[in-house]
């Protein structure tokens, strides 16, 4: 092994066991998010943004032959999008839950992906590593923003791209996110998951220094009625799954009551749910 090779791995090793002073800390911080991520069943919720995963590496103009890093990668959508376009493509999530499901998506394309668990505050891989890293609602649920905002520019490449879906504070995901601080407060400190979904927030996070191309775009919600998303929203997606079993009946009930009022402000489909999901896309040349 060479004396870089070697370096490199000790670097790797270093981002992997956590910041010095910092190790109990991240670590309590990665088992609350695994135990977030693994709750529920994020695959059926996954499943209705892979619109977003292709679009976002148009806006990103990818190149066969680039090398892409995915952070947060989920279910693997962004990834197995970039795999399709030749790219060779790392992906990472902290939870081995959803990157064997990913894992399994790639194996049934044909597609080679090297999968990997890890933090997107300590992204276990060198700097300057790739031409083009993403996140499609993934990275902005980091609970250290600024770091993982860091770790995003440092594994860049000169002359790279970091691109980004995340979901705008006035969206259906920001006000749903929002409604669960509600009833459950966050961290002392804590910003909310939506600040990277707007301008102010990207320009905090990544500097003045940084080209920023930013895109409002929609998914679309489609269910057979609200109170049918409402009760599969509430079963798979694993923040609304924990605020859930943090309250009590009463506050359960009251967080449910909110959720539906919520859909129905926004639903367009009459009986039937037809419902805009807002975000940012994001091309960052840092």
């Not at 292709?54 to 693997?76: I, P």
């Not at 044909?110 to 993403?134: C, N, W």
């Not at 997606?237 to 359960?252: E, H, I, K, Q």
Request: aromatic share 6%; glycine share 8%; proline share 5%.
């Amino acid at each position: 092994m060479s004396e870089q090779e070697t370096d490199e791995r000790d670097h790797v090793r270093q981002r992997t066991n956590g910041r010095d002073g910092e190790q109990p800390q991240t670590r309590e911080r990665d088992d609350e998010q695994q135990r977030t991520w693994a709750t529920g069943d994020y695959r059926s919720i996954g499943a209705r943004f892979l619109l977003a995963a292709e679009l976002l590496c148009e806006a990103a103009r990818l190149r066969a032959g680039e090398e892409h890093l995915d952070v947060a990668t989920g279910t693997g959508n962004t990834a197995l999008a970039a795999a399709r376009r030749s790219a060779r493509v790392t992906a990472i999530d902290l939870v081995p839950d959803l990157l064997a499901h990913a894992t399994r998506r790639a194996e049934a394309e044909g597609l080679a992906i090297d999968f990997r668990q890890g933090d997107a505050e300590a992204l276990p891989v060198p700097d300057a590593s790739y031409d083009l890293v993403t996140s499609t609602f993934g990275v902005m649920f980091a609970r250290d923003q600024a770091q993982a905002a860091a770790e995003l520019r440092r594994v860049t490449r000169p002359g790279g791209r970091i691109a980004l879906a995340c979901w705008t504070p006035s969206g259906y995901m920001g006000r749903m996110l929002a409604l669960n601080t509600k009833y459950v407060s966050p961290a002392p400190g804590t910003r909310p998951e939506s600040r990277w979904g707007t301008a102010d927030g990207l320009r905090e996070l990544f500097g003045p220094g940084a080209a920023i191309e930013a895109e409002t775009r929609e998914l679309w919600w489609r269910f057979s009625s609200p109170e049918e998303h409402v009760r599969a929203w509430c079963a798979a997606y694993g923040p609304t799954v924990m605020a859930l079993a943090s309250l009590d009946a009463s506050g359960r009930e009251s967080l449910v009551a909110d959720l539906t009022e919520l859909v129905h402000e926004l639903n367009t489909g009459g009986e039937t749910l037809l419902m805009p999901l807002e975000y940012l896309e994001i091309v960052i040349r840092p």
